[in-house]
């Protein structure tokens, strides 16, 4: 039989190294994210294009593409540059066709054509000089301090439109434009590649991982919560004896938001052992007791030993009886 013990100390070491597995699973999580996030960035307009570029596209497109133009409507004409070169890029990851440059693009369209503003019959004749299946063109407009974006994609063999986006008002910094223009060339063409994920670094073994009040694993998870939609989710961790983690998670475009959760033990639900109460012994075991028992059974013995001897016979004469 193993003494318990043993029992108890080979279950802490046992515990010990799980931990110690989950702290080397999650160390290498936020390894693995910091070299990524550590790899060198261009310059210039490639900087802007390829920044926190993502992960691409999970399905290319097969149409060949092209990107007639951005028109500026109240709004830096240099930024409207910038966010076309950022669209440009972003489409040029989603299709599987390298898409023409702007180089070739002034080279091919000449006269009329040039002033083109995105009605479907000249971006129908653009799309034909260009040798392309889709003609994409937009506007970035500036409304007080709100942004919106309207882009559309033409069909070049039909002369249709395929799709128009518009943003909502946008407000805030140029980089959360750049966000939404990135997002706006997947809505665009791929809308069913929009998602992003939900990193969890947890040291804790076998909590239970609810997203939207769904169990969706246990704690650690080997790799990130993917293919989510865009915008806020509800986390929640469980465990027993631990007080519940819950946090609300703002989703991104090909990004993991990375949450830490560290749970915390529960006080009102730790077990608590009843207390110990001493039995108060009797007077008979009191040590003193106990002496007087034994003087007692001595005398008492030698009462009896007494009464049990033959009495003593006096012969006459000194002879023998």
């Known amino acids: 039989m193993v003494p318990s013990g043993f029992r108890n100390d080979r279950a802490r070491r046992y515990g010990s190294a799980k ?6 699973l999650v160390t290498f999580q936020v390894g693995l994210a910091s070299a990524i996030q550590a790899q060198p960035v261009p310059k210039g307009d490639a900087a802007v294009a390829i920044t926190d570029a993502g992960p691409g596209p999970e399905e290319a497109l097969t149409q060949k593409i ?11 004409a ?20 390298p898409m ?4 070739d693009i002034d080279r091919a369209i000449t006269g009329d054509l040039r002033d083109c503003t995105g009605e479907e019959k000249c971006l129908t004749a653009i799309g034909k000089k260009l040798g392309v299946d889709v003609v994409v063109t937009g506007t970035v407009g500036a409304i007080g301090e709100n942004y919106v974006l309207n882009i559309k994609a033409v069909d070049v063999k039909t002369g249709t439109q395929l799709r ?6 946008l407000r805030g910094s140029p980089d959360e434009l750049i966000d939404s223009v990135r997002v706006a060339a997947y809505r665009l063409l791929a809308p069913e590649q929009i998602y992003g994920g939900i990193l969890i670094l947890s ?46 998670v ?25 207390p110990v109460h001493k039995t108060r012994s009797g007077w008979y075991s009191k040590p003193w007791v106990m ?12 009462v009896i030993g007494n009464q049990l001897q033959p009495p003593a016979v006096n012969c006459p004469g000194g002879s023998g009886c």
Not at 100 to 103: C, K, L, M, Q, S
Not at 221 to 228: E, I, N, T, V
Not at 250 to 274: G, M, S
Not at 291 to 302: C, D, E, H, S, Y
Request: charged share 25%; with cysteine; proline share 6%.
């Open 19 to 24: 931990r110690l597995l989950c702290l080397l």
């Open 66 to 76: 092209a990107v007639w133009r951005f028109d500026a409507l109240g709004i830096e």
């Open 78 to 97: 240099e930024l409207v540059t910038r966010l076309e070169t950022l669209f440009r890029s972003e489409l040029d990851r989603l299709a599987k066709l």
């Open 100 to 103: 023409p440059v702007r180089r």
């Open 164 to 169: 128009r986006i518009s943003s909502d008002p």
């Open 203 to 248: 040291d804790l073994v076998g909590g239970n991982v609810l997203l939207d009040g769904k169990v969706v694993g246990k704690t650690p998870l080997p790799a990130p919560l993917h293919k989510l939609a865009l915008g806020p989710h509800t986390l929640r961790v469980e465990a027993q004896g631990y007080a519940p983690f819950e946090e609300k």
């Open 250 to 274: 703002e989703v991104r475009f090909q990004k993991n938001t990375r949450v830490v959760v560290r749970l915390v033990l529960d006080e009102t639900k730790v077990a608590v052992l009843p």
């Open 291 to 302: 002496a007087g028992i034994g003087v007692a059974a001595v005398f008492v013995g030698l």
